[in-house]
């Protein structure tokens, strides 16, 4: 494959991420992704386990699901709130982000609305 080939290709992908991410939007799915979100060690695990509970606590019960990288974290709620439970768990998360960026071990993620 060409480099140009692979550009097309990578271009038709995230043109279908976008088709199917829109077709679950219309479906009443809402997403928040965090970029940078590790696990290396075992305070991170324990950050880990508590934006996952929040994510549990958000969703209360409606339909929801996860899907993760080993940087990236993406959930999602389905249904007619879900838009406001998004908005409020962004808010837990970015009380859980690292607060500096420049003391190891701690580094901030990216989260933002969306599931790419």
Known sequence: MTFDQARQHARRLDDELVVAEAAYLAAGWRFLTSEGLTVDCEADLETCNEVL?????????????????????????????????????????????????????????????GAR
């Open 53 to 113: 509970c929040a994510f549990d606590e958000a969703a209360a019960g409606r339909e929801h699901r996860s899907a993760a990288t080993s940087s990236r974290l993406t959930l999602s709620i389905r249904g007619a709130d879900a838009e406001q439970r998004i908005a409020a768990l962004r808010v837990r998360l970015a009380a859980l982000n690292p607060p500096d960026a420049w003391s190891p071990p701690a580094r901030r993620w990216e989260i933002r609305d």
